[in-house]
T-cell receptor
Framework: ETGVTQSPTHLIKTRGQQVTLRCSSQ?????VSWYQQALGQGPQFIFQ???????GRGNFPPRFSGLQFPNYSSELNVNALELDDSALYLC?????????????FGEGSRLTVL | SQKIEQNSEALNIQEGKTATLTCNYT??????LQWYRQDPGRGPVFLLL?????KEKRKERLKVTFDTTLKQSLFHITASQPADSATYLC???????????FGAGTRLTVKP
């Protein structure tokens, strides 16, 4: 059973650019959630995908968008990058809605916006 | 507004003592609450889950309590060890959909 993997692990972008982050969910999981974690803060919920549909969204602007694919892997896209977007972006998979369960996190993608 | 507050940014204790971390929430009605451990530069790792109708859960040296009247969860690590040093995050879910909302975390340091 493979765990949650994210890519890239680190990247540097400049203001105004666009970025795509990728996540492969744990085998058997159909739900992926994305979080933004600024230094010294807890993870902030961006959105969740369940069976390829967005299933909840936190307080993030529309320039944060996502996709989930038929194999349940997922992408997070951020357009028009701002300096405050610098953070660790975490992907977490779980076994579906309606059942309380743990989130399995990847190691994150560290984004720096200059 | 909704808030999840963890008692302090940092907690320092001596090896062998019990660490107690607090999580208070406002304007949430969580179906359940979870605690995670996060080491520097790593993703959070799940520790314990407690449902709204449960008062206490234990796992080895860990114990979690959940008081929906006080809107508070306490997380205890007994016989603490330096290897327990990490940031501990509480998270809650209102709708049973694994849409977890996290507190800012408490950084625990256990000194030998």
């Amino acid at each position: 059973e493979t765990g949650v993997t994210q890519s890239p692990t680190h990247l540097i972008k400049t203001r105004g650019q666009q970025v795509t982050l990728r996540c492969s969910s744990q085998s058997g999981h159909n739900t992926v959630s994305w979080y933004q974690q600024a230094l010294g803060q807890g993870p902030q919920f961006i959105f969740q995908y369940y069976r390829e549909e967005e299933n909840g969204r936190g307080n993030f602007p529309p320039r944060f968008s996502g996709l989930q694919f038929p194999n349940y892997s997922s992408e997070l896209n951020v357009n028009a990058l701002e300096l405050d977007d610098s953070a660790l972006y975490l992907c977490a998979s779980s076994s579906g809605t309606g059942t309380p369960g743990e989130l399995f996190f990847g190691e994150g993608s560290r984004l720096t916006v200059l | 507004s909704q808030k999840i507050e963890q008692n302090s940014e940092a907690l320092n204790i001596q090896e062998g003592k019990t660490a107690t971390l607090t999580c208070n929430y406002t304007n949430y009605s969580p179906a359940y609450l979870q605690w995670y451990r996060q080491d520097p530069g790593r993703g959070p790792v799940f520790l314990l889950l407690i449902r709204e109708n449960e008062k206490e859960k234990r796992k080895e040296r860990l114990k979690v309590t959940f008081d929906t009247t006080l809107k508070q969860s306490l997380f205890h690590i007994t016989a603490s060890q330096p290897a327990d040093s990490a940031t501990y995050l509480c998270a809650l879910d209102e709708y049973n959909n694994n849409d977890m909302r996290f507190g800012a975390g408490t950084r625990l340091t256990v000194k030998p």
